[in-house]
């Protein structure tokens, strides 16, 4: 079973930036689908970005294109999103998660684990 734990949130500016991390347990990262999602409290949990094993295929939510980057470092089980020209509307908290078929899934119930998460806060 694996273990992903976020790190790289806080408090930013408007237009500033932050690269978040999620670090995963174990030896089958590289199979694994990576994605990130972020939740608001009092509302559903919402796709950001994913990417496939191998980095063949990347997705993103139309909120986020040409502004966050998503990548991963398989000999460090690490998937990161650099997120720039951040916006108020960015803040949120922000899971990492993984899918085992090792694809970009964009709906949160096709992935099997989840970090427990990291805030972002971004001032006006």
């Known amino acids: 079973q694996a273990q992903l734990t976020e790190s790289g949130g806080g408090l930013v500016q408007a237009g500033g930036s932050l690269r978040l991390s999620c670090a995963t347990s174990?030896?089958?990262?590289?199979?694994?689908?990576m994605g990130w999602f972020r939740q608001v409290p009092g509302e559903e949990r919402e796709f950001v970005a994913g990417?496939?094993?191998?980095?063949?295929?990347?997705s993103y939510a139309d909120s986020v294109k040409d502004r966050f980057t998503i990548s991963r470092d398989n000999p460090k089980n690490t998937v990161y999103l650099q997120m720039n020209n951040l916006k108020p509307q960015d803040t949120a908290v922000y899971y990492c998660?993984?899918?085992?078929?090792?694809?970009?899934?964009?709906?949160?119930?096709?992935?099997?684990?989840w970090g427990q998460g990291t805030q972002v806060t971004v001032s006006s």
């Open positions: 998660a993984a899918d085992v078929q090792g694809q970009v899934r964009r709906e949160d119930s096709e992935y099997e684990y």
């Open positions: 174990g030896r089958t990262f590289m199979f694994y689908g």
């Open positions: 990417i496939s094993r191998g980095s063949i295929n990347r």
